[in-house]
């Protein structure tokens, strides 16, 4: 099980990045759309000044049960040892056991 505290951290960041995400965009938009270099540079500037954790980049996927950071399936969000457990207890439907 994940500390609390960095799964709290990173529910913090989702919500930052929600919040932000109009503006970058926009942000972005401008600065394909305008021809001049100079103003490319301060619609640049606007896009640096939103909080660096609100920056979609800093966000990592955790498992859903546990809250691990690494191995996880997209499809599933689980990771790959939760996922394993689950599939041998027949809970997942469809997918196939295996051992390793």
Known sequence: MAKKSLIYREKKRQKLE????LIRRSSKKEISEIPSLSEK??????????????APTRLHRRCFSTGRPRANYRDFGLSGHILR????????????????
Do not use: D, F
Not at 18 to 21: A, D, G, P, R, T
Not at 41 to 54: A, E, T, Y
Not at 85 to 100: D, F, N, Q, Y
């Open 18 to 21: 929600q919040k932000y995400h």
């Open 41 to 54: 540079w301060k619609i640049h500037g606007k896009l640096q000044s939103p909080p660096r954790n609100s």
């Open 85 to 100: 457990e689950m599939v041998h207890a027949c809970l997942l439907p469809g997918a196939t056991r295996s051992s390793w």
